[in-house]
Protein backbone atom coordinates (compact mmCIF):
# COMPACT_ATOMS: atom_id res chain seq x y z
CA UNK A 1 0.00 0.00 0.00
CA UNK A 2 1.35 3.29 -1.03
CA UNK A 3 0.26 5.62 1.82
CA UNK A 4 1.76 8.50 0.93
CA UNK A 5 0.30 8.45 -2.68
CA UNK A 6 -2.91 7.55 -1.30
CA UNK A 7 -2.77 10.59 0.53
CA UNK A 8 -1.87 13.01 -2.07
CA UNK A 9 -5.18 11.58 -4.18
CA UNK A 10 -3.94 8.51 -6.02
CA UNK A 11 -5.34 5.19 -4.69
CA UNK A 12 -2.84 2.59 -6.42
CA UNK A 13 -4.97 -0.21 -5.11
CA UNK A 14 -7.76 0.77 -7.01
CA UNK A 15 -5.64 0.89 -10.16
CA UNK A 16 -5.01 -2.91 -10.16
CA UNK A 17 -8.94 -3.45 -8.99
CA UNK A 18 -9.44 -1.58 -12.43
CA UNK A 19 -7.11 -3.93 -14.18
CA UNK A 20 -9.21 -7.04 -12.85
CA UNK A 21 -12.04 -5.51 -13.51
CA UNK A 22 -12.26 -4.94 -17.47
CA UNK A 23 -9.99 -8.11 -18.48
CA UNK A 24 -12.80 -10.11 -19.29
CA UNK A 25 -13.81 -7.06 -21.75
CA UNK A 26 -10.88 -6.81 -23.09
CA UNK A 27 -10.51 -10.23 -23.98
CA UNK A 28 -13.83 -10.10 -25.42
CA UNK A 29 -12.51 -8.31 -28.32
CA UNK A 30 -9.49 -10.34 -29.38
CA UNK A 31 -9.68 -11.17 -33.11
CA UNK A 32 -7.59 -12.68 -35.81
CA UNK A 33 -3.71 -11.34 -35.35
CA UNK A 34 -4.50 -10.13 -31.74
CA UNK A 35 -1.02 -10.83 -30.05
CA UNK A 36 -0.60 -10.44 -25.90
CA UNK A 37 -2.65 -9.82 -23.16
CA UNK A 38 -3.41 -6.30 -21.14
CA UNK A 39 -1.08 -5.58 -18.88
CA UNK A 40 1.64 -5.11 -21.21
CA UNK A 41 3.90 -1.94 -21.90
CA UNK A 42 2.69 -2.03 -25.30
CA UNK A 43 -0.53 -3.56 -27.28
CA UNK A 44 0.94 -5.78 -30.23
CA UNK A 45 -1.02 -7.00 -33.34
CA UNK A 46 0.67 -9.57 -35.99
CA UNK A 47 -0.26 -7.82 -39.18
CA UNK A 48 1.24 -10.25 -41.18
CA UNK A 49 -1.50 -12.53 -40.24
CA UNK A 50 -3.85 -10.93 -42.10
CA UNK A 51 -1.93 -11.80 -45.28
CA UNK A 52 -2.38 -8.17 -46.65
CA UNK A 53 -0.07 -8.02 -49.92
CA UNK A 54 0.43 -4.07 -49.99
CA UNK A 55 -0.66 -2.59 -47.05
CA UNK A 56 -1.41 0.62 -45.60
CA UNK A 57 -2.14 1.76 -42.35
CA UNK A 58 -4.76 4.22 -41.91
CA UNK A 59 -4.97 6.03 -38.06
CA UNK A 60 -7.37 8.23 -36.30
CA UNK A 61 -7.71 9.75 -32.88
CA UNK A 62 -10.72 11.18 -31.13
CA UNK A 63 -12.84 12.09 -27.81
CA UNK A 64 -16.55 12.21 -27.11
CA UNK A 65 -16.76 16.00 -26.56
CA UNK A 66 -19.45 17.52 -24.19
CA UNK A 67 -21.92 15.00 -24.49
CA UNK A 68 -19.84 13.18 -21.47
CA UNK A 69 -21.61 16.35 -19.73
CA UNK A 70 -24.45 14.19 -20.54
CA UNK A 71 -23.45 11.46 -19.09
CA UNK A 72 -22.12 13.01 -15.54
CA UNK A 73 -25.68 14.27 -15.29
CA UNK A 74 -27.33 11.15 -16.17
CA UNK A 75 -24.79 9.05 -14.24
CA UNK A 76 -24.78 6.46 -16.82
CA UNK A 77 -21.19 5.59 -18.53
CA UNK A 78 -21.98 2.17 -20.19
CA UNK A 79 -22.72 3.45 -23.45
CA UNK A 80 -20.04 6.84 -24.19
CA UNK A 81 -17.10 4.64 -25.01
CA UNK A 82 -19.05 3.10 -27.91
CA UNK A 83 -18.62 6.55 -29.05
CA UNK A 84 -15.20 6.69 -28.24
CA UNK A 85 -14.62 4.08 -30.26
CA UNK A 86 -17.24 4.36 -33.26
CA UNK A 87 -15.61 7.94 -33.70
CA UNK A 88 -12.37 6.52 -34.54
CA UNK A 89 -13.14 3.30 -36.43
CA UNK A 90 -15.66 5.76 -38.83
CA UNK A 91 -12.84 7.81 -39.83
CA UNK A 92 -10.90 5.46 -40.79
CA UNK A 93 -13.53 3.67 -42.46
CA UNK A 94 -13.55 6.64 -44.71
CA UNK A 95 -10.49 5.33 -45.96
CA UNK A 96 -11.50 1.88 -46.61
CA UNK A 97 -9.62 0.66 -43.95
CA UNK A 98 -10.46 -2.20 -41.60
CA UNK A 99 -10.21 -1.14 -38.18
CA UNK A 100 -7.70 -3.72 -36.55
CA UNK A 101 -6.93 -2.29 -33.16
CA UNK A 102 -7.81 0.32 -30.55
CA UNK A 103 -6.65 1.74 -27.37
CA UNK A 104 -8.16 4.13 -24.76
CA UNK A 105 -7.53 7.08 -22.54
CA UNK A 106 -9.48 7.69 -19.12
CA UNK A 107 -8.23 10.69 -17.25
CA UNK A 108 -10.68 11.44 -13.40
CA UNK A 109 -10.03 12.70 -10.82
CA UNK A 110 -10.65 9.82 -8.17
CA UNK A 111 -10.48 6.25 -9.74
CA UNK A 112 -14.10 4.60 -8.82
CA UNK A 113 -13.40 0.76 -10.38
CA UNK A 114 -16.84 0.23 -11.06
CA UNK A 115 -17.39 3.34 -12.89
CA UNK A 116 -13.97 2.52 -15.02
CA UNK A 117 -15.27 -0.63 -15.67
CA UNK A 118 -18.49 0.81 -17.26
CA UNK A 119 -16.79 3.20 -19.22
CA UNK A 120 -14.20 0.46 -20.65
CA UNK A 121 -17.10 -2.02 -21.11
CA UNK A 122 -19.02 0.58 -23.35
CA UNK A 123 -15.14 0.92 -25.35
CA UNK A 124 -14.97 -3.23 -25.45
CA UNK A 125 -19.04 -3.47 -26.90
CA UNK A 126 -17.77 -0.38 -29.40
CA UNK A 127 -14.71 -3.43 -30.54
CA UNK A 128 -16.85 -5.72 -30.80
CA UNK A 129 -18.98 -4.04 -32.93
CA UNK A 130 -16.42 -2.83 -35.22
CA UNK A 131 -14.18 -6.31 -35.02
CA UNK A 132 -10.72 -4.65 -34.03
CA UNK A 133 -9.24 -5.86 -30.61
CA UNK A 134 -8.46 -3.16 -27.47
CA UNK A 135 -5.30 -3.88 -27.40
CA UNK A 136 -4.52 -1.17 -24.47
CA UNK A 137 -4.89 1.95 -22.59
CA UNK A 138 -4.51 4.03 -19.89
CA UNK A 139 -6.12 5.18 -16.71
CA UNK A 140 -5.25 8.47 -15.63
CA UNK A 141 -6.07 8.84 -11.75
CA UNK A 142 -5.31 12.75 -11.65
CA UNK A 143 -6.55 14.83 -8.12
CA UNK A 144 -7.47 18.39 -8.62
CA UNK A 145 -7.92 18.35 -12.56
CA UNK A 146 -11.19 16.98 -12.63
CA UNK A 147 -14.65 17.50 -10.66
CA UNK A 148 -16.31 14.80 -8.67
CA UNK A 149 -17.77 12.54 -11.06
CA UNK A 150 -16.07 13.93 -14.11
CA UNK A 151 -13.82 12.36 -16.81
CA UNK A 152 -12.75 12.48 -19.53
CA UNK A 153 -11.93 9.79 -22.26
CA UNK A 154 -10.32 9.72 -26.17
CA UNK A 155 -9.95 6.62 -28.26
CA UNK A 156 -6.93 5.79 -31.11
CA UNK A 157 -7.24 2.94 -33.60
CA UNK A 158 -5.48 1.82 -36.64
CA UNK A 159 -6.63 -0.07 -39.39
CA UNK A 160 -5.49 -1.64 -42.72
CA UNK A 161 -6.51 -1.37 -45.78
CA UNK A 162 -4.78 -2.49 -49.60
CA UNK A 163 -3.09 -0.37 -51.16
CA UNK A 164 -5.39 -0.69 -54.16
CA UNK A 165 -8.49 -0.68 -52.20
CA UNK A 166 -7.52 3.02 -50.57
CA UNK A 167 -10.46 5.45 -50.87
CA UNK A 168 -9.25 9.15 -51.00
CA UNK A 169 -11.62 10.63 -53.16
CA UNK A 170 -9.97 10.99 -56.07
CA UNK A 171 -12.21 8.22 -58.01
CA UNK A 172 -14.87 10.67 -57.03
CA UNK A 173 -16.68 12.09 -60.64
CA UNK A 174 -19.35 14.50 -61.48
CA UNK A 175 -22.82 12.38 -61.58
CA UNK A 176 -21.94 9.92 -58.76
CA UNK A 177 -24.55 9.16 -56.63
CA UNK A 178 -24.69 9.78 -52.75
CA UNK A 179 -25.56 7.13 -50.86
CA UNK A 180 -26.35 7.83 -47.56
CA UNK A 181 -26.63 5.80 -44.33
CA UNK A 182 -28.75 6.58 -41.08
CA UNK A 183 -27.51 7.54 -37.90
CA UNK A 184 -28.99 6.42 -34.95
CA UNK A 185 -29.08 10.12 -33.45
CA UNK A 186 -26.58 12.88 -32.88
CA UNK A 187 -23.66 10.71 -32.64
CA UNK A 188 -21.34 12.67 -30.77
CA UNK A 189 -21.11 15.95 -32.17
CA UNK A 190 -23.11 19.64 -31.94
CA UNK A 191 -23.51 18.60 -27.91
CA UNK A 192 -21.88 22.65 -26.72
CA UNK A 193 -24.98 23.57 -29.06
CA UNK A 194 -26.97 21.00 -27.80
CA UNK A 195 -26.26 21.70 -23.76
CA UNK A 196 -27.38 25.37 -24.29
CA UNK A 197 -30.62 24.59 -26.32
CA UNK A 198 -31.66 22.48 -22.73
CA UNK A 199 -29.99 24.85 -20.65
CA UNK A 200 -32.10 28.21 -22.31
CA UNK A 201 -35.08 26.51 -23.22
CA UNK A 202 -35.42 24.51 -19.37
CA UNK A 203 -35.60 21.32 -20.74
CA UNK A 204 -35.03 18.73 -18.11
CA UNK A 205 -32.94 15.67 -19.15
CA UNK A 206 -35.03 13.43 -16.68
CA UNK A 207 -38.58 14.54 -17.86
CA UNK A 208 -39.70 11.98 -21.20
CA UNK A 209 -40.94 14.35 -24.26
CA UNK A 210 -43.35 12.24 -26.24
CA UNK A 211 -42.64 13.85 -29.40
CA UNK A 212 -39.14 12.47 -28.62
CA UNK A 213 -39.89 8.95 -27.44
CA UNK A 214 -42.56 7.72 -25.38
CA UNK A 215 -40.07 5.40 -23.30
CA UNK A 216 -37.27 7.24 -22.71
CA UNK A 217 -36.14 10.41 -21.21
CA UNK A 218 -34.00 13.23 -22.76
CA UNK A 219 -30.88 12.08 -21.74
CA UNK A 220 -30.94 8.92 -22.31
CA UNK A 221 -32.30 10.11 -26.21
CA UNK A 222 -29.37 12.35 -26.16
CA UNK A 223 -26.91 9.20 -24.89
CA UNK A 224 -28.02 7.29 -27.50
CA UNK A 225 -24.65 5.71 -28.98
CA UNK A 226 -23.12 6.85 -32.07
CA UNK A 227 -23.72 4.21 -34.94
CA UNK A 228 -20.70 2.16 -35.66
CA UNK A 229 -20.74 1.46 -39.68
CA UNK A 230 -17.74 -0.81 -40.13
CA UNK A 231 -18.69 -4.21 -41.42
CA UNK A 232 -21.97 -3.42 -43.28
CA UNK A 233 -19.72 -0.27 -44.94
CA UNK A 234 -16.69 -2.59 -45.59
CA UNK A 235 -18.99 -5.14 -47.19
CA UNK A 236 -19.78 -2.36 -49.78
CA UNK A 237 -16.77 -1.72 -50.55
CA UNK A 238 -14.97 -5.25 -50.80
CA UNK A 239 -18.54 -5.75 -53.55
CA UNK A 240 -18.48 -2.89 -55.15
CA UNK A 241 -16.32 0.38 -56.63
CA UNK A 242 -17.07 2.90 -53.68
CA UNK A 243 -15.48 6.24 -54.89
CA UNK A 244 -15.85 8.04 -51.78
CA UNK A 245 -16.52 7.86 -48.13
CA UNK A 246 -17.66 10.72 -46.11
CA UNK A 247 -18.51 10.20 -42.30
CA UNK A 248 -20.34 13.10 -40.96
CA UNK A 249 -19.23 14.59 -37.95
CA UNK A 250 -18.76 17.89 -36.49
CA UNK A 251 -19.61 20.44 -39.55
CA UNK A 252 -22.49 18.16 -40.60
CA UNK A 253 -23.00 17.48 -44.40
CA UNK A 254 -21.51 21.32 -45.35
CA UNK A 255 -18.07 20.62 -43.74
CA UNK A 256 -17.61 16.79 -44.49
CA UNK A 257 -19.14 15.69 -47.54
CA UNK A 258 -16.77 17.98 -49.21
CA UNK A 259 -13.84 16.27 -47.75
CA UNK A 260 -14.01 13.87 -50.54
CA UNK A 261 -14.24 15.67 -53.40
CA UNK A 262 -11.94 16.89 -56.01
CA UNK A 263 -11.56 20.76 -56.71
CA UNK A 264 -14.46 21.92 -58.52
CA UNK A 265 -16.74 19.41 -57.28
CA UNK A 266 -19.66 20.28 -54.68
CA UNK A 267 -23.22 18.36 -54.09
CA UNK A 268 -26.81 18.74 -54.54
CA UNK A 269 -29.01 16.88 -51.86
CA UNK A 270 -32.91 17.00 -51.71
CA UNK A 271 -34.48 17.16 -47.89
CA UNK A 272 -37.55 14.58 -48.15
CA UNK A 273 -35.08 11.81 -49.89
CA UNK A 274 -34.64 10.14 -45.83
CA UNK A 275 -36.13 10.68 -42.46
CA UNK A 276 -34.82 13.74 -40.77
CA UNK A 277 -34.82 12.13 -36.92
CA UNK A 278 -37.46 13.19 -33.77
CA UNK A 279 -34.37 14.71 -32.19
CA UNK A 280 -33.10 17.09 -34.44
CA UNK A 281 -36.91 18.66 -35.40
CA UNK A 282 -36.65 18.68 -31.12
CA UNK A 283 -33.72 20.88 -30.92
CA UNK A 284 -34.62 22.82 -34.01
CA UNK A 285 -37.46 23.59 -32.48
CA UNK A 286 -36.75 24.10 -28.90
CA UNK A 287 -33.38 26.37 -29.93
CA UNK A 288 -34.91 28.40 -32.83
CA UNK A 289 -32.17 27.29 -35.36
CA UNK A 290 -32.93 27.77 -38.47
CA UNK A 291 -33.63 24.96 -40.49
CA UNK A 292 -30.42 25.37 -43.35
CA UNK A 293 -28.12 26.19 -40.08
CA UNK A 294 -29.00 22.42 -38.91
CA UNK A 295 -27.22 20.63 -41.40
CA UNK A 296 -24.48 22.56 -41.05
CA UNK A 297 -24.34 21.45 -36.90
CA UNK A 298 -25.95 17.87 -37.28
CA UNK A 299 -25.62 14.77 -39.20
CA UNK A 300 -29.58 15.30 -39.47
CA UNK A 301 -30.18 11.41 -39.84
CA UNK A 302 -27.25 10.61 -42.18
CA UNK A 303 -24.40 9.08 -40.17
CA UNK A 304 -22.13 8.30 -43.61
CA UNK A 305 -22.35 9.02 -47.11
CA UNK A 306 -20.97 6.85 -49.94
CA UNK A 307 -20.27 8.15 -53.64
CA UNK A 308 -20.89 5.41 -55.92
CA UNK A 309 -21.76 5.21 -59.28
CA UNK A 310 -25.51 5.41 -60.16
CA UNK A 311 -25.18 1.72 -61.77
CA UNK A 312 -24.05 0.13 -58.52
CA UNK A 313 -26.08 2.64 -56.09
CA UNK A 314 -28.94 0.30 -55.89
CA UNK A 315 -26.83 -2.86 -55.18
CA UNK A 316 -25.22 -1.24 -52.04
CA UNK A 317 -28.24 -0.23 -50.36
CA UNK A 318 -29.24 -3.50 -50.46
CA UNK A 319 -25.55 -4.79 -49.27
CA UNK A 320 -26.16 -2.00 -46.43
CA UNK A 321 -29.89 -3.55 -45.90
CA UNK A 322 -28.37 -6.92 -45.15
CA UNK A 323 -26.37 -5.79 -42.42
CA UNK A 324 -29.54 -4.17 -41.02
CA UNK A 325 -28.14 -0.31 -42.85
CA UNK A 326 -30.82 1.76 -43.83
CA UNK A 327 -29.70 3.79 -46.71
CA UNK A 328 -31.12 5.69 -49.80
CA UNK A 329 -29.97 7.76 -52.51
CA UNK A 330 -29.62 11.46 -51.42
CA UNK A 331 -28.08 13.78 -53.64
CA UNK A 332 -25.50 13.70 -56.15
CA UNK A 333 -22.19 15.06 -57.07
CA UNK A 334 -22.28 18.05 -59.00
CA UNK A 335 -19.43 20.95 -60.86
CA UNK A 336 -19.77 23.63 -58.63
CA UNK A 337 -20.70 24.82 -55.19
CA UNK A 338 -22.92 22.74 -52.21
CA UNK A 339 -26.80 22.85 -52.51
CA UNK A 340 -28.94 21.35 -50.28
CA UNK A 341 -32.47 21.77 -51.11
CA UNK A 342 -35.01 22.19 -48.02
Keep these: MAQHY ?18 SHVRSTERHGSMGSIGSFGGMFDLAALGVKEPILVSGTDGVGTKLKIAFEMDKHDTIGIDAVA ?25 IPAKVEAIVSGVAEGCRQAGCALVGGETAEMPGMYADGEYDIAGYTTGVVEKSKLIDGTKVKTG ?9 GVHSNGYSLVR ?8 DLHTVYPE ?12 TP ?14 LDVHGVAHITGGGFDEN ?23 FRFLEKHGNVPHREMFNIFNMGIGMVLAIDEK ?30 V
Excluded at 176 to 184: A, M, N, R, T
Excluded at 196 to 203: E, F, H, N, S, Y
Excluded at 212 to 223: M, W
Excluded at 324 to 340: D, T, W
Aim: hydrophobic residues 45%; proline residues 3%; aromatic residues 6%.
Design 226 to 239: TKIYVKAVLEVIRQ
Design 257 to 279: IPRIFLPGQGFRIEEGCWEILPV
Design 6 to 23: EAAGVNLEAGYEVVSRIK
Design 87 to 111: MCVNDVLAQGAEPLIFLDYIALGHN
Design 176 to 184: DVLVGISSS
Design 312 to 341: EAQQAIEILAKWGEKAQIIGRVQEGGNEII
Design 212 to 223: LDANKCLGEVLL
Design 196 to 203: KIVKDAQL
